[in-house]
């Protein structure tokens, strides 16, 4: 298994719900990444995960909250989201995070807030 | 502002001939450049990498070439292939980062048949 697969695919939420963003791969990688992608823009990090320990949060804002139960896991729990959060967010994992050969990504969870 | 440019937004090329996608960066603490090619629904893929310490890396049809005093990469596709038309993103990784890549805006590049 070389994929990282996130669900759902799409989404779409009112701004007094919470819902979660799943993401998961089975390659034995133990750092895991989630990025955001507006339209017409490149991918930020948000959030790095190494070794089911966050590592880097970028500033982001309390209403999104991200866990990683285990190795092979790592969600992103959505809370009081504002339309402006609506974008494609991206998972990635790597083998750890000092790998310079790239990384493997997920095809996304297209959020839109409404 | 953007540490790592992509000036060119498109880029139209035929089949069979040479696509020269470009990337300028800012910050010459990059030690790591990666190029990731993306289709409309899927996440990003790994194409090619290379260090900062050297200038050439070559894999099958795809090289990237970096020019460090410029501050300029470039990744050439030779021939090119209806296949490989795609968004292409350069990134680059912060020494010390520990994972942080900085992506750039994106080219699309069409590849007429």
């Known amino acids: 298994d070389t994929e990282v697969t996130q669900t759902p695919k799409h989404l779409v939420m009112g701004m007094t719900n919470k819902k979660s963003l799943k993401c998961e791969q089975h390659m034995g990688h133990r750092a895991m990444y989630w990025y955001k992608q507006k339209a017409k823009k490149p991918p930020e990090l948000m959030f790095v995960?190494?070794?089911?320990?966050?590592?880097i949060n970028e500033s982001v804002p309390s209403r999104f909250s991200p866990e990683c139960p285990n190795s092979s896991l790592l969600n992103l729990h959505l809370h009081a989201l504002q339309p402006e959060d609506s974008a494609l967010y991206l998972c990635?994992?790597?083998?750890?995070?000092?790998?310079?050969?790239?990384?493997?990504f997920g095809s996304g969870t297209r959020l839109t807030v409404v | 502002d953007q540490q790592v440019k992509q000036n060119s937004p498109s880029l139209s090329v035929q089949e069979g001939r040479i696509s020269i996608l470009n990337c300028d960066y800012t910050n010459s603490m990059f030690d790591y450049f990666l190029w990731y090619k993306k289709y409309p629904a899927e996440g990003p893929t790994f194409l090619i990498s290379i260090s900062s310490i050297k200038d050439k890396n070559e894999d099958g049809r795809f090289t990237v070439f970096l020019n460090k005093s410029a501050k300029h990469l470039s990744l050439h596709i030779v021939p090119s292939q209806p296949g490989d038309s795609a968004v292409y993103f350069c990134a680059a990784r912060l020494e010390g980062s520990q994972g942080n890549l900085i992506f750039g805006k994106g080219t699309k590049l069409s590849v007429k048949p």
């Open positions: 995960y190494s070794y089911e320990k966050l590592s």
């Open positions: 990635a994992s790597s083998q750890d995070m000092t790998v310079n050969y790239g990384y493997t």
